[in-house]
């Protein structure tokens, strides 16, 4: 009895919770200093706010608002009633100073209890002090074509370019280098065309990320507000020393540009009578070079090939086996850095073993700090005679790179009583 009503009270906090209203905030996270903008509050929940306050504070300018929705849904299922309410406050803004600004929490009173939402920090671009130099030009001018609604024109390189941005541009045979492919805009974007993606000779390379829809957000370059998507993101781990070079990528984006109507002698009919033509800009990144230095001199004999940081397990299938009975040693290496580079550990086994060919299966993902996951190396093996045997111990070696030095993971001996 006591247990049922532990259950039944477990499910009425999981109801009073799922119940309780809250305030969500929508608003960007970047805007420029002379830029209106909307800030939504969005209270959810069973019941509906009796009042709602909230000041914009002295960091901005009310324009507008606030603009009040609501909305109420309700279910029944299996006879079991459900209600839910939306209600919103939008307000139009405009800052009144340029840098990391917040704005203040709203608070809402619902049956008599206080609700409040988080304060939210946006950060506000002052565009008219900004310098254009880190836009720089990787662009070459507009190409001509014959078809019918596609002319030749210019776009500044400024207004639109891509970038392929690395991790790091130094480092050592065998270190993953995360590298993201990203284009930058101020134009309106109404298609992309002929795409030619870098090319990383030298490099052992995987696409990490390959997005279906190109979406772009807002980011702040060199004080000037970009919308940026990100067209491709690698891993690239480097096969050979010296000054690798990535050749550039390329992209055809097909460009939409007002035409006004120079033809009207009326200011009404050319505002209302602009039109739009499409141009073709090609845009380019610029080569880049990675420097790729040789691992230091002294690795282990047991040096795998592994850079990043690793550990190490080892197993065998069995405890006792028979002669003439097939055994497997199992030895599962994992950690962050070139996994999927890894070699095959060395194993010396007894001399009454025969040993196979080991073979090996991986599990990877990919993050911002290169390959992380595991590679397992299985071994076969038959011992040929009865006795107490031992297999090991396995040493594997890496390079590391935080600490600098190679380091030897240790197994403990393996220990295998095999019968007649």
Request: aromatic share 10%.
């Amino acid at each position: 009895m006591r247990k049922i009503f532990t259950v039944m009270f477990a499910a009425l906090v999981a109801l009073s919770v799922a119940a309780q209203n809250t305030i969500r905030v929508e608003a960007p996270n970047l805007v420029a200093s002379d830029e209106q903008f909307n800030v939504t509050f969005i209270i959810e929940g069973e019941n509906r706010a009796s009042e709602f306050t909230w000041d914009q504070g002295d960091d901005f300018q009310l324009m507008w608002g606030p603009q009040k929705g609501s909305s109420t849904s309700i279910q029944i299922v299996n006879g079991k009633r459900t209600k839910s309410s939306q209600s919103t406050f939008t307000y139009i803004l405009i800052p009144r100073k340029s840098g990391q600004l917040t704005i203040p929490a709203a608070t809402a009173v619902i049956k008599g209890k206080t609700i409040s939402s988080s304060p939210v920090r946006i950060e506000v671009v002052d565009q008219n002090s900004s310098s254009q130099g880190n836009a720089s030009s990787s662009s070459s001018s507009a190409q001509s074509s014959s078809s019918g609604s596609v002319q030749t024109g210019e776009v500044s390189s400024q207004d639109i370019f891509m970038k392929l941005n690395l991790s790091r541009t130094k480092v050592v045979v065998g270190e993953p280098v995360t590298a993201t492919l990203k284009l930058y805009q101020k134009v309106n974007i109404a298609g992309f065309e002929n795409a030619k993606f870098p090319t990383f000779n030298g490099f052992w390379s995987q696409e990490t990320y390959t997005p279906t829809n190109i979406e772009f957000h807002r980011e702040n370059v060199g004080n000037s507000i970009y919308d940026v998507a990100v067209l491709r993101k690698y891993v690239l781990i480097p096969q050979q020393v010296g000054t690798l070079t990535i050749d550039p990528a390329e992209l055809v984006c097909l460009v939409n540009i007002r035409v006004s109507n120079t033809t009207s002698n009326s200011i009404f009919d050319s505002f209302f009578q602009d039109d739009y033509r499409t141009i073709r800009k090609r845009v380019t990144t610029p080569a880049v070079n990675v420097h790729v230095s040789n691992l230091p001199g002294g690795a282990p004999a047991s040096f795998g090939g592994g850079v990043g940081t690793f550990r190490m397990e080892a197993s065998v299938s069995a405890d006792s086996l028979k002669a003439n009975d097939a055994g497997t040693l199992t030895i599962k290496i994992s950690g962050q850095g070139n996994v999927a580079l890894l070699s095959a550990p060395k194993v010396d086994f007894p001399a009454d073993f025969e040993a196979y060919d080991s073979k090996a299966e991986q599990n990877i993902e990919a993050g911002s700090g290169g390959t992380s996951g595991s590679k397992t190396f299985e071994y076969p093996f038959i011992p040929r005679s009865a006795g107490d045997f031992e297999i090991g111990p396995v040493e594997y070696s890496y390079y590391d790179i935080n600490s600098g030095r190679y380091v030897t993971l240790k197994s403990e001996p393996l220990k295998l009583r095999v019968l007649r």
